[in-house]
Every structure is written in structure tokens, then in C-alpha cells.
Nanobody, 121 residues
Framework: QVQLVESGGGLVQAGGSLRLSCAAS????????MSWYRQAPGKQRELVAL???????NYVDSVKGRFTISRDNAKNTVYLQMNSLKPEDTAVYYC???????????????WGQGTQVTVSS
């Protein structure tokens, strides 16, 4: 099986920074895109940032210029550096990876368990 384990969430004041990490492990042959999503109370889960296996990135407009997604392919890990945090960034953040497993199943989507980010005003 495959596991995605997130870390790095917490409580921070507005204007502060946090760095989230998500490490994938298990029966992994290769990882395609990796992403970060977030879900605030009463709202739908939204895509925050995505990075392809080649390193191309995309961001939701509300975080452009403040958040940076990166990945370490050798460690099967994706990161989200969050700067200039705002109260509206408060949410549970989930990582997501599109994986080909060692059994040959391609394009399987796996999710992490989520990590809480709270930004106080």
C-alpha cells in the first residue's frame, strides 16, 4: 500500500510563515503530479498548488506570490512554503499524489490525512 504523511501545520500569527511537508512511502514505482489542497470549515476542498514530475507549478490566485510548492523526487516528498499568511488561509491542508504502484496500477490518487493550519489575526 501507499501512505502519505503530512507534517508542519500549526498556529501562526498573520504575516507569519509555515512549511508543510508530505512524504509518500510504500509500494511506489513512480509519482506524477503532487498537490496541496485545503478545506476550511463550511467550504469545499480547493486546490492550492500543484507540481508536476517535471517541476511545473500552478497556484490558486489567492496564494500566488505567497506560497511556493516544491518537491524532492529522491525523497518522494512535496513541500508547501507558506509566507505572509492571512486568517483566510486557515484550513486543513491535504497533500495528494498521483502514483504508479509497483503492481503496475497507474494514475492512482492517494491522499494524506490532513494537517491543520490556523492563522490568527
Amino acid at each position: 500500500q501507499v501512505q502519505l504523511v503530512e507534517s508542519g501545520g500549526g498556529l501562526v500569527q498573520a504575516g507569519g510563515s509555515l512549511r508543510l511537508s508530505c512524504a509518500a512511502s510504500g509500494r511506489i514505482l513512480s509519482i506524477n503530479a503532487m498537490s496541496w489542497y485545503r478545506q476550511a470549515p463550511g467550504k469545499q476542498r480547493e486546490l492550492v498548488a500543484l507540481i508536476t514530475s517535471g517541476g511545473s507549478t500552478n497556484y490558486v490566485d489567492s496564494v500566488k506570490g505567497r506560497f511556493t510548492i516544491s518537491r524532492d523526487n529522491a525523497k518522494n516528498t512535496v513541500y508547501l512554503q507558506m509566507n505572509s499568511l492571512k486568517p483566510e488561509d486557515t484550513a486543513v491542508y491535504y497533500c495528494n499524489a498521483v502514483i504508479t504502484t509497483t503492481s503496475g496500477r497507474a494514475g492512482v490518487i492517494f491522499w494524506g490525512q490532513g494537517t491543520q493550519v490556523t492563522v490568527s489575526s
